[in-house]
């Protein structure tokens, strides 16, 4: 019979990470040395809410102040909008 080894599921919070530890992963993304998706894998944060919560917080980045990004519409939209 084949054993099966099971891997528990630990659920994290944000207290198991310390302030350095934070501070280096939101310098590593702003400077473009690595992504939020490879961050998540390398390291083992469960969610991108948690990365982009530190982003938000430590970052640069003024989040307050941004402008929306709006989709474009496209030139059926634009005469259905006419015609109404």
Do not use: C
């Not at 891997?7 to 992963?25: A, G, W």
């Amino acid at each position: 019979m084949e054993k099966h080894e099971e891997t528990r599921y630990v659920k994290r919070t944000q207290k198991d990470y310390s302030m350095s530890f934070k501070l280096q992963i939101v310098q590593e993304i702003e400077r473009g040395i690595t992504t939020i998706s490879q961050v998540k894998k390398e390291y083992g944060i469960q969610s991108r809410a948690t990365i982009v919560q530190w982003l938000r917080k430590f970052g640069n980045f003024d989040w307050e102040n941004q402008t929306p990004f709006t989709m474009s519409k496209g030139p059926e939209q634009k005469i259905m909008e006419l015609e109404a």
